[in-house]
């Protein structure tokens, strides 16, 4: 058994596709821990599943149970992971001491890009990337989301970043690292929540076999991350609403920082559309792994002799 092995252990199902390249999509599991209210945690997790099956890939939910690293968590994995209230948020400075002190962990992007990295998972699936919090450039309030893309050959498919960080400072860093920003038949970087901010991506594919040659290329060009962004489904919320609720849920949000203060502006969010962002929130992260798993179904192919 090597170090690795005896950190993490992959599902049988997953280390069977991966073994014979066969395509297998890494989705987060901070959405279930951090993310969303029980039951929608444990809702949405089984339903982004299904929508990697169904696109033809296998699915692996990334999670720390008991300082055990899994790939590819069961159902009962998820609800015990979903119902443990001393679950951390697990970035990837996290993921050491999480397995040291036996911690139960949700993964966030970058330590869920991380683990699929080292066991050779090129495609992973989330709502919204993590970025430059709002007023970063004084408080220097980045995500390692932004890091871990520097660094790491995965394509991320999400709905753009989370709508209450700084996107324009977000898409900076992202050009700053050399991470591509490619939009899903769409011009403009969503913004989590609503389908289009005032951004452009840096280019535009219209189906997953473009996706699929573009990250060939791009990483046997020597490339680390991508970042696919596919607007939310309709209805999104608008612009006007967003900004309103957003700025409700920041005057409440005074005192609170670091790792909790994306769960609690989002909770508020919630509150004050009546619960039309979690649907929103619930519909694009199921939309995401359906498009990560034809993405990785149409990698897989091209792969092959």
């Known amino acids: 058994m090597s170090l690795l092995e005896s950190y993490v252990q992959v599902r049988p199902d997953v280390a069977e596709a991966l073994k014979n390249a066969r395509p297998v999509v890494a989705l987060e599991s901070a959405l279930i821990t951090h993310g969303l209210p029980w039951p929608v945690n444990v809702e949405t997790a089984a339903a982004a599943e299904e929508a990697v099956r169904r ?9 720390v149970l008991d300082g055990q690293i899994y790939v590819g968590l069961g159902p009962d994995q998820v609800r015990a992971l979903a119902s443990r209230s001393n679950a951390i948020k697990a970035g990837t400075r996290d993921l050491a001491a999480a397995v040291v002190l036996r911690n139960w962990a949700g993964t966030t992007v970058s330590a869920t890009l991380h683990i699929a990295q080292r066991v050779g998972i090129p495609i992973m699936a989330t709502g919204g990337i993590g970025g430059v ?3 970063g450039a004084e408080s220097f309030d980045v995500s390692n989301d932004l890091i ?3 660094h790491l050959p995965v394509c991320v498919v999400c709905s753009g970043a989370k709508a209450i960080l700084d996107i324009g400072l977000t898409l900076e860093k992202l050009e ?11 011009d403009r970087f969503p913004a989590f929540l ?18 699929a040659r573009f990250l060939r290329v791009h990483w046997e060009l020597g ?8 607007p939310p489904p309709e209805p999104a919320l608008g612009e006007a609403e967003w900004v309103a609720v957003l700025n409700l849920a920041e005057k409440e949000s005074r005192g609170i920082v670091g790792k909790n203060l994306t769960p609690f502006l989002l909770q508020r ?10 649907e929103v929130n619930r519909r694009l992260i199921e939309a995401n792994a359906a498009l990560a798993g034809e993405v990785a179904a149409a990698l897989s192919r091209i792969k092959k002799p």
């Not at 696109?55 to 999670?63: D, K, L």
């Not at 840096?202 to 997953?208: D, G, I, L, Q």
């Not at 969010?269 to 979690?278: F, K, Q, V």
């Open 148 to 150: 871990a893309l520097a």
């Open 194 to 211: 609503v389908r289009e901010s005032a951004f452009p991506v840096t280019s535009r594919v219209e189906s997953v076999d473009d996706v």
């Open 269 to 278: 969010i919630a509150h004050h559309t009546a619960g039309r962002s979690l």
């Open 176 to 186: 700053t690292y050399g991470v591509p920003v490619v939009g899903y038949r769409t």
């Open 55 to 63: 696109s033809g890939s296998i699915p692996a939910t990334i999670g």
């Open 223 to 230: 490339g680390q991350g991508v970042v696919l962004a596919q």
């Open 133 to 135: 919090h709002r007023g």
